[in-house]
């Protein structure tokens, strides 16, 4: 699954993308040299990930974390678009089929003495949850279904 955007240039200064982080397994972004994509570190500061002639950005997802445990984190990013640039970015969603299920990996649990941190989830399931935030959103913005609906406390 892919996706082009495109952000026409206007006098807002931010008409980008909220900050979220992608449900997917991993993502490859492409952006070009008008910049404006930012990773947060430790829920506080924002890093810009300012664009470099041929890097790819790439992102952490959901799923990763999850079979990872945790030990790598689903990337929270938001797109700030600088003020009165048009931005082309593209973004190749590495997924999942819908029918698969997902859960921390033996290698991420067991193997290291350590509990799972999430229960087992099918990835389709998720994926609908987080089409229902956006076509249903909730009143109350904690009641957005993130990846931490399958924590195990
Ligand atoms: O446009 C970008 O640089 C990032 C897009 C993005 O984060 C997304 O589509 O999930
Ligand atoms: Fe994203």
């Keep these: 699954m892919t996706a082009l955007r495109y952000f026409p240039a206007t006098e807002e200064e931010d008409n980008g993308i909220a900050p979220h982080q992608d449900g997917n397994c991993i993502t490859f972004v492409f952006q070009d040299e008008a910049g404006g994509l930012e990773v947060c570190r ?8 300012t664009p470099k002639p041929g890097a790819i950005v790439v992102n952490v997802g959901d799923v990763i ?70 076509s249903h959103p909730p009143e109350n913005p904690k009641d957005v279904i993130h990846i931490t609906h399958y924590s195990i406390n």
């Design 65 to 134: 974390q999850v079979l990872s445990n945790n030990k790598f984190k689903s990337a929270t990013h938001r797109v700030i678009r600088p003020k009165g640039r048009s931005r082309y970015s593209y973004a190749f969603f590495y997924n999942l089929l819908g029918e698969k299920m997902v859960e921390p990996l033996l290698q991420f649990t067991e193997h290291l003495g350590e509990l799972p941190k999430y229960r087992k989830f099918q990835y389709g399931e998720y994926m609908q949850l987080r089409m229902r935030n956006k």
């Design 42 to 49: 430790d829920g506080v500061s924002w890093i810009p990930a």
